[in-house]
């Protein structure tokens, strides 16, 4: 399984952007499949973007659709998370997971990042 190390996040005003990062380390990147996560404080984890590796299909959830892109570096083992527009209810904590050759995005992935947090706010 692969290891996770996140880099990114920080603070930011409403209709800013960052950019999330996930260092993976391991063998076969190519052949597992990876999600971000997000929570906000009170809520329960939710699934904002996942990779399938099957197909090389990406979902993205309504609430981030047309503002958040998913991105896969083979070469660097690395993978992104692109947020535009970025709205005060994207605020939380986002985490990356990765899952051998997954389809889908679930809390009993294999590997998660520790997280960062990402507030948006004036």
């Known amino acids: 399984q692969l290891h996770l190390v996140q880099s990114g996040g920080g603070s930011v005003q409403p209709g800013g952007s960052l950019t999330l990062s996930c260092a993976a380390s391991?063998?076969?990147?190519?052949?597992?499949?990876f999600g971000w996560f997000r929570q906000a404080p009170g809520k329960e984890r939710e699934v904002v973007v996942c990779?399938?590796?099957?197909?090389?299909?990406?979902s993205y959830s309504d609430s981030v659709k047309g503002r958040f892109t998913f991105a896969r570096d083979p070469g660097k083992t690395t993978i992104y998370l692109q947020m535009n527009s970025l709205k005060p209810e994207d605020s939380g904590v986002y985490y990356c997971?990765?899952?051998?050759?997954?389809?889908?995005?679930?809390?009993?992935?294999?590997?998660w990042g520790s997280g960062t947090s990402v507030n948006v706010s004036q």
């Open positions: 990779y399938n590796t099957h197909d090389g299909s990406i």
């Open positions: 391991g063998y076969n990147f190519v052949y597992y499949g």
């Open positions: 997971a990765s899952d051998w050759f997954g389809n889908r995005c679930h809390e009993k992935m294999q590997s």
